[in-house]
């Protein structure tokens, strides 16, 4: 890859010299574009390089720094200083390895990529152009990998597009980025390129496709990707088996799930967590605890995750002693309730008009409460008519979440409940004073193949008319069938 992309990065200096430590290495000489792009996430390579007081005197290899700077944050390695023969020696052999080892650099931008860490990946995407590596297909891979993992997902189809020479692993990275995204329409197409190419999708490029299909809805690009698993024989890789049956769980094909899941025979805990969680998310509570104790009775271990969904399939269907009885049984397996966990109680005892229990429960808990927390809590209270506690949920929801418009609108409404006019009146201003709007909601279906996105009060579609006939007409059907909804009078502010 040029240096093209990385003008967009990196701000010059009068030196052209980029400092790592105390030694410098030149970088190449951009020249000054006409139009600067902006990137407001595009972080600057010299304020993560830029030589610090008290960093410069440790003169640690530039490997030994990544691994420092991901495991201990870039602060450990503060606290051990080390002689200046050893350091020396040491930063020698690394730079002798780095200079000639496209493998260490590569293996650097992946412990980059795992962790997260943008700014210290894009040094050594500067030190890759130095050495000459970026036509390495590893180094290119690496790159696409990092920056589809980080979100700069352009970024890594820049770098996907200018490799000189592509593997399955750079086609899979790329289209594992999107899916990250979950951008059905462009890993679809990435998907085809491949299929067309000398190279053919492996493994796990067919799970990265159907990861992306289940986070958007798609059950016609999944059974696509499905027929692929079956034609190129990895129906039986028990990671793409799990990636099959959460596609069709969170498709709404439960049935094809299963028959996935009881044919699998070598599954481990993600496949039996998979199964619980399609069947929690669509309400089959029964199936989700029997799935459980079967589980338990062929000696596989739960882990958080498995309790996670039983305890959500409890909260659906009201089962608060069941609830109860699996949070406590947590233990037992030497798993650790953690935030979710705690979530899902306050929702089960809310749901169930348990306002005060789960107000206690939160105070009671060793860790501190998130704004999901407060905001299942405040949502319960809307439900069954509990404005005090409510107001109380609103609170310290807004102190977690200061900009969350849809809280504010909350508690005004719930301050006007109470005939609280004076405090209703200030929740009105702090949304108009700091300028916030609320997010419309948004749902999306598949029809013959390609996904359609609804939002509120959106009636820019061509087919708007035929839209909200059918919407009339599957109103009218649930009140033929006795459902009549419920209607909670609320004081609407306009934002």
């Known amino acids: 890859m040029t240096a093209i992309f990385l003008q967009e990065w990196i701000v010059r200096k009068p030196s052209n010299t980029i400092w790592l430590h105390s030694r410098a290495f030149s970088c190449q000489i951009f020249k000054q ?7 407001a996430r595009g972080p600057r390579v010299l304020d993560i390089v830029a030589p610090k007081a008290n960093v410069t005197d440790n ?7 990544v691994q420092d700077f991901l495991q201990t944050h870039s602060q450990q390695f503060i606290k051990k200083p080390v002689s ?35 700014k210290m990946g894009i040094l050594i995407h500067c030190l890759a152009i130095r050495t000459g590596f970026m036509a390495n297909v590893f180094i290119g891979s690496s790159l696409i990998a990092l920056y589809g993992k980080c979100g700069e997902v352009d970024h890594a189809y820049k770098m996907f597009e200018e490799m000189p020479v592509r593997n399955v692993v750079s086609w899979t990275a790329i289209i594992n980025g999107f899916a990250l995204e979950y951008q059905v329409d462009v890993c679809l197409n990435l998907f085809r390129r491949m299929r067309n190419s000398a190279l053919k999708p492996n493994d796990f490029t067919l799970a990265s496709f159907l990861s992306v299909c289940s986070g958007s809805g798609a059950l016609g690009e999944g059974r696509y990707a499905h027929c692929q698993t079956i034609r190129m024989g990895f129906e039986s890789h028990v990671h793409v088996a799990n990636a099959l049956v959460s596609m069709y769980c969170k498709c709404g094909n439960v049935d094809n799930a299963w028959y996935i899941f009881e044919n699998l025979r070598d599954k481990d805990v993600i496949s039996w967590n998979s199964m619980i969680a399609g069947y929690a998310q669509h309400g089959l ?14 000696s596989v271990t739960p882990d958080a995750i498995t309790f996670l969904g039983v305890l959500s399939s409890c909260c659906h269907a009201g089962l608060v002693e069941d609830g109860q009885f699996y949070f406590n049984s947590m233990a037992a397996y030497g798993v650790k309730p953690e935030l979710d966990h705690y979530s899902c109680i ?5 749901r169930a008009g348990l306002i005060d229990d789960a107000r206690d429960f939160i105070k009671k808990m060793p860790i501190d409460p998130n704004a999901i927390m407060w905001g299942s809590l405040l949502s319960s209270c809307r439900r ?15 102190l977690l979440k200061p900009w969350c418009a849809s809280t504010h609108l909350q508690l005004a409404n719930l301050y006007a409940s109470a005939g609280c006019w004076d405090q209703a009146a200030k929740a009105r201003k702090s949304i108009k004073d700091m300028g916030l709007k609320t997010d419309p909601g948004c749902s999306w279906i598949e029809v013959r193949g390609g996904v359609y996105r609804f939002t509120a009060e959106d009636r820019s579609s061509a087919n708007i008319d035929d839209i909200l006939v059918m919407v009339d007409g599957l109103v009218d059907h649930m009140r033929g069938l006795g459902y009549i909804p419920g209607m909670h009078e609320e004081v609407n502010f306009d934002l």
């Open 346 to 350: 306050v929702d089960l005892l809310g």
């Open 59 to 65: 003169r640690q290899g530039h490997l030994r720094l």
């Open 285 to 298: 509570t029964v199936q989700a605890i029997d799935l459980f104790e079967t589980m338990k009775r062929e």
């Open 84 to 118: 200046n023969d050893k350091a020396n020696s040491s930063k020698s052999d690394h730079s002798v390895r780095l200079r000639s080892d496209p493998y260490v650099l590569s293996h650097a931008l992946s412990l980059c990529g795992s962790a997260g860490h943008l």
């Open 33 to 39: 574009p006409t139009k600067r792009r902006s990137f």
């Open 384 to 398: 069954h008519g509990n404005v005090w506690v409510g107001i109380e949920a609103a609170e310290n929801r807004l």
